[in-house]
């Protein structure tokens, strides 16, 4: 191979080339090149990825940590990264078949249709009906056996759907929960602590003891956790596309909206009337 034509190769790949008997062939050449230099397809962004909002939840962490060491916010952030990295065991088990389950569901189920058609082939029906009364009987028995059969196989072959989402609703209330904590760290961070410091306290104030930007940092990282709160529940919608699911993980995407509405309220009013004190933080 000319030195001018493969000289920018790696030099695996020029090897390649030359070991290949109709290299001087150009088809074949640009078929190894698109081979070798195929570019990485990204991870799909239609999809939410568990291992990305766990690495950002550990960067929210550091950071609150790192801003308010020892605050109890900071041990809301440490809770919540601790559900994070146990969620992405818990979604691995949902979504992967329980076998066993589903193996004596259909034992189960074909031991009872055996059962039903070798009842049904020995029952001798009389072919004289003694009046539609009881011919009526015979149907409405028929239909109520029939009916009892298929919901008794339809409990069977939803056992499994019903096991997980048992366990994916008990996650969905511990987020809950937790969005809901995060909001009570927030409750008394009010913008008139700073823009009126003199104003009267009684003996239960809360302590006020942040500056405008050590309060707009705290109620942003409230409004981040709640926002993760929202995308760690729909991973659960993501892995177990269950109507009751969704309901459950809309009614959290709901209340951490609403909840990220009032703090952004609060952060509003203090870019607002602060804005002339100088430059952010971090």
């Not at 062939?25 to 990825?49: A, F, G, I, K, M």
């Not at 760690?232 to 990220?260: K, M, R, Y």
Request: proline share 5%.
């Amino acid at each position: 191979m000319p030195a001018a034509e493969g000289s920018y190769l790696p030099t695996a790949l020029r090897a390649e080339l030359c070991a290949c008997p109709a290299w001087r062939n150009r088809s074949q050449y640009s078929v190894v090149l698109r081979r070798s230099y195929t570019p990485h397809v990204p991870t799909s962004y239609r999809e939410l990825d568990a291992d990305r909002i766990v690495q950002t939840l550990e960067l929210l962490s550091r950071r609150i940590h790192e801003r308010f060491p020892g605050s109890s916010l900071s041990g809301v952030s440490r809770d919540l990264l601790a559900f994070g990295r146990e969620i992405e065991g818990r979604l691995a088990s949902i979504a992967r078949p329980n076998w066993t389950i589903r193996g004596l569901s259909i034992l189960t189920a074909v031991v009872v249709l055996t059962l039903l058609g070798f009842a049904v082939a020995t029952i001798r029906v009389s072919p004289h009906v003694q009046g539609l009364s009881d011919l009526a009987q015979g149907i409405e028995s028929a239909i109520n056996d029939v009916a009892f059969l298929a919901i008794g196989l339809f409990f069977l072959f939803t056992i499994e759907i019903r096991l997980k989402r048992r366990v994916a609703l008990r996650a969905l209330h511990e987020l809950r929960s937790i969005a809901h904590i995060v909001d009570m760290h927030q409750l008394t961070k009010d913008p008139e602590q700073v823009l009126d410091p003199e104003m009267t306290r009684t003996a239960s104030s809360p302590p006020r003891v942040m500056s405008r930007f050590e309060l707009t940092r705290y109620l942003d990282y409230c409004s981040e956790l709640l926002s993760l709160v929202g995308k760690l529940a729909s991973l659960h919608a993501q892995f177990l596309p269950d109507h009751v699911i969704l309901t459950a993980v809309n009614d959290i995407e709901s209340l951490s909206v609403g909840l990220s509405r009032k703090i952004w309220q609060k952060i509003v009013i203090l870019d607002t009337i602060g804005a002339g004190s100088g430059p952010d933080q971090h």
